[in-house]
Each structure stands twice: as structure tokens, then as C-alpha cells.
């Protein structure tokens, strides 16, 4: 009886022992890394300062579904990486809390000179990166050469930084023909220049994107290319701790130049990946506020005393794209039938739990140039029918519909959507084969034309409706992000005018007549604008979920 | 044994190599590229094609494969493409955390399991009996995920007796040395924090642990009950040993080899498919480092990340053979 008891404990001793000795050699591997060693000793020591007196601290703790990806915002296009940087790091323009209007940030005027290839911006004077360093023109003009230039010594071309936001949004990189900023200009250390090549009609609505933030040059010179796991910047909140897949940790900014902010003294962005389990964390009171609910679960938190509900607005737009360009849907009737027979009523009741709206354009209502005076293809049966009979396919036909293999905000459950299209088109004849790929071969095939019908959507960055409509239905862009292989030279043109135009209103005409045409051309139907909703503990107060899905929470405060 | 150990160590090489080739080949067969992913929905087919370039992706297959050889035998696990950082310097926490998890589990499961088959065998047809076999039949079938999501409704909303998500409290972080909290809070003597360790260990393990304490029970009942059938146990008895002596000093020695065996299996598969376990409990462990490298198609570290899980199997078999030596002098190497 001893001697087995002592050999049980031996095995489990030896297990101990095993797990000892790959311990030591992790911290073995770990210490040469001097730069994290420094963070875990400052993780420390705020660690045990905010036990100590942890009264009258407040923390807010803000759980997502997935962990960032950089915290470098310039290299990487990820909303999960946003939403952290956004409090650490702070652009030249801001948008207002609840609308993609713009709002003094870093820089508190700027104006446009008349031909509109001249932006100059006035900045905030007395700002500190938290570095200690200064905010000035220069500071700024590192950031956007950083941006533009692969060759610069800050841009780490050789360790994979590719800055493909700022290419999207300015046409290219240095050098590149179609690249709209000339140069940067530092007039003064607090005034600084873009000279442009051609006029960007939302130029200043770039500024505001997340992606543009001004990083200190002093942390970029220190952390080289590490700058993504040690954001060093202007903002209300202070970078302190990344643990990969579990938390970052912020700290308020002592020194924050807009006076009184922020509230909190802490703010941890958490990882939990199952959209239950962070539910039942936020009712437990572990977490604070939490992003992706189901639409599902929005009605037994709307009723709970203890949470609140949140909807964002809308920005985005799930579709069913066609493939114009062959056979059969290169016929407009056919396109047009089923765009009649598709019930997106249904879908957003069933699927979105009423959180979203029928939409009709490829657009958000609330943009610039929305037009609200295109009809739409209503839900109608025998109009779908009779359309298809003029079509020439009385006799029906058989059509490939791929679905998307991952749920995003504008389609929640891509493979229920696609069989309610499924049987939506089956009563008027029409036989859909569901199509399912991975994502990564679903974006590469579809780019490549190899689908007849197929689903996506586009989610907003800078609240211009040139980012929807040019990049999905743009003729220079088949192959790349218009999927529809849709061209028309009318279109293009107005795209093209609206680009470089700096009058808004000019522009808003633009876009509404572009949608006109695309309407009558149906190269797509817009299903569904969504409205993603999130909950928080009722005790967070002044919380604005911002249309972009990162929102600065400078102003949240807990009671 | 010192000779078998190392000869054992010696054939870690070409199992290792075999590996490599294997998860390379298979990696590059999944459709999709790196770059698509890494660039999004939005972007261009010339951003595609250059990030490829700048990643060397489009080198040969053999080029690359020489190449991520190369590197290892430099003791380079080469380099992710989604955080730009050296897999070495990265995995280290995603496998403590798995460790962590798997050892907590295993005790679990091998306390409850053997315990349970023993005295299943021992009370063989009892009421005992048949509850412990229909609870493990329960344990084996039950889907993990449905599991967890109970014992987070029951045990961590309703009742509050332990934390559902994470391994440590993210308002009140405990410093990483080694990163096994239990380990860490034990060598900085913080006794709150270990038991804030302690506790979040305890839902997912219950979880992770429930099918191999199934199978382990059954496991040990069916043996036990052939051990005791045996003629030395006849003769134990007929010494006028009690019952209690004859299984825990007599029988359970001889059922314990095919038991251990399993148990080195189990903790294997533990170690590298707690997929599920660790996204319903947010644990950041190995499963979820590697899922999400698939999904991204960050290539190095799917390779390097089963290379490691490999390697731990192979190691965790090797020490369960030479304990097999320990338990049952009569077999020699």
C-alpha cells in the first residue's frame, strides 16, 4: 500500500518535474528579449499598485471576439486592431462620436486651397507623445512618409510591413501613377502642408481614418520593427501589456491634452472568442462591455435591468453579387427575376433578428450622395416570374450560388441566408447549388471570376461613399474588388469626376446618379444593412458605439 | 535502459524530419495564400502578388522547404507572418498555458478514472457499478462544447464559484516568469493570486478532463476485473490478505500498464486538440494558436506549432515507456 501510493506520487512528481524543466527553458528563451523583459517588470509594478489601491481605481474591462492583429495601425487593415489603437494613437482629424463628420483632432483647423491640391493643417500646440517626446509638423511627416514610401527608413519594407490602407485610400505608393500626395511639407513645427498631384475629394475624410495615426518617431526609432507590439502615441490611454490571445492593458494618460480626460484609469481589451461565454461573462461582472451579440440574444438584454443595449449604425451592406460577364447572368432580365423573387424581409427578420434594414443601394442611408429615390426590386413572385419568362427561361434553370464560409457583421450566418435564396428561387424555378469554399480560396475565386452567383459585403472606413461604390463596382477594379465584372463607361465616369471633385455637393449628385444606373443595371441586390449589437454592464456611462466599430472611450466613464 | 533512452532520442530525428515534410507538403496544399488573407477582402491582385514576393512565397517548394530546415537546425522556428514576431520567442506562453491546462486535466481525469474503474471492479455489478459505467459512457459521449457551456450557465453565472473565461484576472494580472501561473504565484509566494490561478484552472479542466476520466475508467475496470481473475490474486487471498491490500498493493499494479498507456495517449491528444475547450473558455493555449495560424494560412507557424506538439507527444510516449519498467520490474529494455 506504501509503496504504491509512493509510486503514484512519483509519477505525478515526474510530470511536475517535466513541466518544471520546459518552464525553466521558456524563461531561458525568454530573457534575451531585453525589450520584453521591461514590459513584463512595468506590467508588474502597475499590476500591483492598482491591488493596492484598487478603490478608487476604475477598469474597465471591453471583451472582443478575436485578438488584434498589429498594434500598428498603418500596417494592417484589421477592425480588432482599430479599436485598441484608437485609444493609444490619435489622427490629424477626428470624427464626430456617432457620424463620420469631422471634428478637430491632432490638428484643430486646416484648410483646402481652391484648386484642392493644397491641405494644410494647423496642429494642436503642447501635445506629448507619451514617449515624452514632442507632437510637431515633423512628427507628422515622418508618420505619412513612412506611410508612402517603402524605402523609408522607418517603413521595414524587409520585414513584411506592407501599408495597404494608405495605397487603397491615396491611389499608391511613392512613385506609383496614380499616388495623389506629392509631398509633405513641415511649414513651421506646428503647421504642416500636403501638396497634392491630383485634387482627392475625400482627402480629410482619410485623415480621420484609424489606420493614419501619428505614431512618435522617437518609438519608432526605439522599437524598430517591434512598433507593432509597442504603440507609442498621443492618445487619451497608454500602451502598458499585450498577452497574445488573452488581454491588453491600457493606462490612463496623466498628460492627455484635452483637459479632464479620460475617466478611466484603466482599460483592458480581452480576448473570448465564443459569443455565449462572453455573454455570461459580462452577467457574471467580469467583463464590462462587450462586442458581437447575437442578434438572438439583444432581447433578453434589452429586458435585463443590469445590462444595456447598444446597436451600431448602420455601415455597411451584405449583397448577392452576379458574375456579369458570362453566361447565363450576363442576361439583365435574368439578373432582374431574381432580384424580384429574393425575400429580404424575411432574411432580416429570421436572420438579423430585426436588427437591420432592407437595403436598396450599395451604400449606407446615412452618406454622402445616398439616393433615396432609387425603387428597389420589391419582393414580388409573379413579377419575378413573368421577368424570367421574358428572360427566355420558362423552363427554369440551375445556378451556382457561393456562400461565404465565415459570418461577418453585414452577414451573420451566411449559410442559412444562402439557403433561404435557395428556396426563395426554387419557387420560381430556378435550382441553386450552394457553393462552399474556405475564405482566403472563397475571396482569390471569386476575384477571379470563377462563380456565377455569389455573397459579400463591404463594411465603411472613412464614411465615403467613394469607398463603396468605386471599389465594388469601379471597371478599373474586375478582378480585384469588384467581383461582378461589372463595367460601365457612365459609371466609371461619374466615379472618376466625383474622385477629384472637392465641391460635396457636386459629388453627392454624382453618387446618386451612379446609383441610379447600377440599379437598372443590377449587377448585385443589396440584401441587408445590419446593425451589429453589443451590451455593457448598466454601470458604463457615456459609451457611443462609433459607425467604424472603433470609438474612442476617452469620455466612458463607471459609476 | 540508458542505451534505450538514447536510442529512443536518436530515432526523434527522423520522426521529427518525417514531421516537417509532412505538415510542409500539407500546408502548401491548402488552397488560399497567406497574403490574401493578410490583406483582406479589399485587396488588389499587384499588393497580393508583391507581399508573396516580399514573404518568399513564391520561391520553389523545395527552395522553401531547404530553407525552413535550415533555419530549424539553427534552432529558428522561423518567423509568423500575421505578428511579424520569431515563433520561439512567441509559442512559449500558448504552450504553458496548454501544459497547464493538460496536467490539471489529466490529474482529474486520472484520479477520478482510476479510482472509479477500481472500485467499479472491486463492487463489480453493484449499484456503484453501474452508475460509474453509465456516468463514464455519459463522460465519453458528451460533447465537449455542451459541457463547458453548462458548467459556465451553472457554475459560473448562476452559482459564481469560478471564472468561466481566461487564466488569470485580467483587472489584477499575475507577473509571468515561466508562465504557469500556478508555478509563478508559487515562486512569488502570492497565495491570492494561486488560488485565482487554481480556480480558473478548474472549469476547463473538468472539461478537457471528463472524456479521458471516461475512458480511463473504463479502461481500469476492464483490467482490474481480468487481473483479479488471476491465479496470484488467488493465492494473495488465500494468505488471508484483505481485499483493500490485494487490489490497491496486488491487482492495481498489473492493470496499471495498459491503463498508462492510455493515459500517455490521452495526455498527448490533449496537448494538441484542446481546440475546443480553449476558444468556449478563452484560454490562450497551443489549439488556438494553431487554429488560428490555419485560418490565417500563417504557414511558419502551423508548421513549427505541430512540429512542437510532435515533438511533446513523442517525448510524453517516451517517458510512459520507461515508466512502464518502474511499475513492472519484468520488463527490461
Redesign the interface.
Given at each position: 500500500?506504501r509503496?504504491?501510493r509512493s509510486?503514484w506520487s512519483?509519477?505525478?512528481m515526474?510530470?511536475?518535474l517535466?513541466?518544471?524543466v520546459?518552464?525553466?527553458c521558456?524563461?531561458g528563451?525568454?530573457e534575451p528579449?531585453e525589450a520584453?523583459g521591461d514590459a513584463?517588470t512595468t506590467?508588474?509594478d502597475d499590476?500591483s499598485d492598482?491591488?493596492e489601491d484598487?478603490g478608487g481605481e476604475k477598469?474597465l474591462?471591453f471583451a472582443r471576439g478575436g485578438d488584434s492583429?498589429?498594434l500598428d495601425p498603418g500596417s494592417t487593415?484589421?477592425g480588432e486592431s482599430s479599436r485598441v489603437t484608437r485609444q493609444v494613437l490619435e489622427t490629424l482629424i477626428d470624427f464626430a462620436p456617432d457620424s463620420f463628420e469631422l471634428e478637430p483632432g491632432l490638428a484643430k483647423e486646416w484648410e483646402v486651397s481652391d484648386d484642392g491640391l493644397k491641405y494644410t493643417f494647423y496642429l494642436q500646440e503642447g501635445v506629448k507623445f507619451h514617449d515624452g517626446t514632442d507632437f510637431n509638423a515633423e512628427a507628422v511627416k515622418i508618420n505619412f512618409d513612412r506611410f508612402a514610401d517603402p524605402e523609408h527608413e522607418y517603413a521595414f519594407?524587409?520585414?513584411?510591413?506592407?501599408y495597404?490602407m494608405y495605397?487603397?485610400m491615396f491611389g499608391g505608393h511613392k512613385g506609383d501613377e496614380g499616388h495623389v500626395v506629392d509631398e509633405v511639407v513641415v511649414v513651421d513645427d506646428h503647421t504642416v502642408e500636403f501638396n497634392l498631384n491630383t485634387p482627392l475629394g475625400f482627402f480629410l475624410q482619410n485623415m480621420g481614418m484609424t489606420y493614419f495615426a501619428i505614431t512618435s518617431p522617437a518609438a519608432l526609432e526605439e522599437y524598430g520593427?517591434?512598433i507593432?507590439?509597442n504603440p507609442v502615441g498621443t492618445g487619451p490611454f497608454k500602451f502598458i501589456?499585450w498577452?497574445?490571445?488573452?488581454?491588453i492593458?491600457l493606462e490612463k494618460n496623466e498628460d492627455y491634452w484635452k483637459e479632464g480626460l479620460p475617466k478611466l484609469d484603466?482599460l483592458?481589451f480581452?480576448?473570448?472568442?465564443?459569443n455565449?461565454?462572453?455573454l455570461?461573462?459580462l452577467?457574471?461582472g467580469?467583463i464590462d462591455i462587450m462586442d458581437g451579440l447575437n442578434p438572438d440574444d439583444a432581447a433578453g438584454v434589452e429586458t435585463d435591468e443590469d445590462l444595456t443595449l447598444y446597436a451600431r449604425d448602420e455601415n455597411n451592406f451584405g449583397y448577392v453579387g452576379f458574375n456579369v460577364q458570362n453566361e447565363p447572368l450576363d442576361n439583365e432580365l435574368l439578373r432582374q427575376a431574381i432580384s424580384h423573387a429574393i425575400d429580404r424581409e424575411a432574411i432580416v427578420d429570421a436572420l438579423y433578428a430585426g436588427y437591420g434594414t432592407v437595403a436598396k443601394n450599395p451604400l449606407p442611408p446615412s452618406y454622402l450622395g445616398y439616393n433615396d429615390d432609387v425603387e428597389g426590386y420589391q419582393y414580388d413572385v409573379e413579377k419575378a416570374k413573368e421577368v424570367l419568362a421574358e428572360a427566355g427561361y420558362e423552363d427554369g434553370l440551375e445556378i451556382d450560388l457561393w456562400t461565404m464560409p465565415v459570418a461577418r457583421p453585414y452577414m451573420p450566418d451566411p449559410e442559412k441566408t444562402a439557403e433561404i435564396i435557395q428556396n426563395n428561387l426554387a419557387e420560381i424555378g430556378i435550382t441553386v447549388n450552394i457553393v462552399r469554399?474556405?475564405?482566403?480560396?472563397y475571396?482569390?475565386k471569386t476575384?477571379a471570376g470563377e462563380h456565377q452567383i455569389y455573397m459579400?459585403g463591404w463594411s465603411g472606413t472613412n464614411g465615403d461613399p467613394d469607398y463603396f461604390l468605386s471599389?465594388l463596382l469601379h471597371g478599373d477594379?474586375i478582378?480585384?474588388?469588384n467581383r461582378e465584372f461589372y463595367q460601365s463607361d457612365k459609371v466609371d465616369q461619374l466615379l472618376n469626376e466625383a474622385k477629384v471633385e472637392i465641391d460635396q455637393e457636386k459629388r453627392a449628385d454624382m453618387y446618386k446618379e451612379a446609383q441610379a444606373i447600377i440599379a437598372e443595371d443590377v449587377p448585385m441586390v443589396p440584401l441587408v444593412h445590419s446593425t451589429p449589437v453589443m451590451a455593457s454592464s448598466s454601470t458604463v456611462k457615456n459609451y457611443v458605439p462609433h459607425l467604424s466599430t472603433s470609438e474612442s472611450l476617452e469620455e466612458v466613464d463607471l459609476e | 535502459m540508458l542505451s534505450y533512452t538514447i536510442r529512443r532520442l536518436l530515432m526523434l530525428i527522423p520522426v521529427l524530419l518525417g514531421m516537417t515534410l509532412i505538415t510542409f507538403s500539407i500546408v502548401h496544399l491548402i488552397p488560399g495564400s497567406p497574403a490574401q488573407t493578410i490583406l483582406g477582402q479589399n485587396a488588389t491582385e499587384a499588393a497580393i502578388k508583391s507581399l508573396e514576393e516580399s514573404m518568399g512565397l513564391n520561391e520553389s517548394y523545395f527552395k522553401q522547404y531547404f530553407l525552413y530546415i535550415k533555419g530549424l537546425l539553427q534552432g529558428d522556428l522561423g518567423t509568423s507572418l500575421k505578428s511579424k514576431a520569431p515563433i520561439v520567442k512567441e509559442i512559449w506562453p500558448y504552450i504553458a498555458g496548454t501544459f497547464e491546462l493538460t496536467f490539471f486535466a489529466m490529474v482529474f481525469a486520472v484520479f477520478v478514472g482510476v479510482n472509479a474503474g477500481i472500485i467499479s471492479a472491486w463492487k463489480q455489478n453493484s449499484w456503484f457499478d453501474f452508475l460509474a459505467m453509465f456516468v463514464a459512457l455519459i463522460g465519453v459521449s458528451i460533447p465537449v462544447f455542451w459541457l463547458a457551456l453548462m458548467e459556465q450557465w451553472i457554475f459560473a453565472q448562476e452559482l459564481g464559484w469560478f471564472p468561466a473565461h481566461g487564466r488569470q484576472n485580467n483587472r489584477d494580472p499575475i507577473e509571468a516568469i515561466t508562465y504557469f501561473y500556478v508555478i509563478d504565484t508559487f515562486i512569488k509566494m502570492d497565495f491570492t493570486q494561486m488560488v485565482t490561478a487554481l480556480k480558473h484552472l478548474v472549469l476547463p479542466s473538468i472539461a478537457l478532463g471528463t472524456i479521458p476520466m471516461a475512458i480511463i475508467a473504463r479502461m481500469t475496470r476492464s483490467t482490474m476485473l481480468e487481473v483479479m481473475q488471476s491465479d496470484y490474486i488467488r493465492t494473495v487471498r488465500a494468505k488471508g490478505s484483505g481485499q483493500f491490500l490485494i487490489i490497491y498493493k496486488h491487482a492495481l499494479k498489473n492493470a496499471m500498464i495498459p491503463v498508462l498507456t492510455v493515459i500517455g495517449l490521452q495526455t498527448g491528444v490533449l496537448l494538441g486538440g484542446a481546440i475546443l475547450t480553449e476558444t468556449i473558455f478563452s484560454w490562450p493555449g497551443i489549439g488556438r494558436y494553431i487554429f488560428d495560424a490555419i485560418n490565417y494560412r500563417d504557414y511558419p507557424v502551423i508548421q513549427s506549432g505541430i512540429l512542437v506538439i510532435a515533438f511533446i507527444f513523442v517525448m510524453i510516449n517516451l517517458i510512459v515507456d520507461l515508466l512502464y519498467t518502474y511499475i513492472d520490474p519484468r520488463i527490461k529494455y
Open positions: 500500500m509503496s504504491k509510486k512519483l509519477l505525478l515526474l510530470m511536475f517535466l513541466m518544471l520546459l518552464s525553466a521558456g524563461g528563451e525568454d528579449s520584453e513584463d506590467e508588474t499590476g492598482a491591488t484598487s477598469t474591462v492583429e498589429s487593415s484589421d519594407a524587409d520585414h513584411d510591413y506592407v495597404f495605397s487603397a520593427p517591434e507593432n507590439e501589456s498577452t497574445k490571445d488573452d488581454s492593458i484603466r483592458i480581452e480576448v473570448i472568442p465564443d455565449a461565454a462572453r455570461i461573462a452577467r457574471s467580469d469554399e474556405e475564405w482566403a480560396p475571396l482569390e476575384a459579400l471599389s477594379l478582378g480585384d474588388s | -
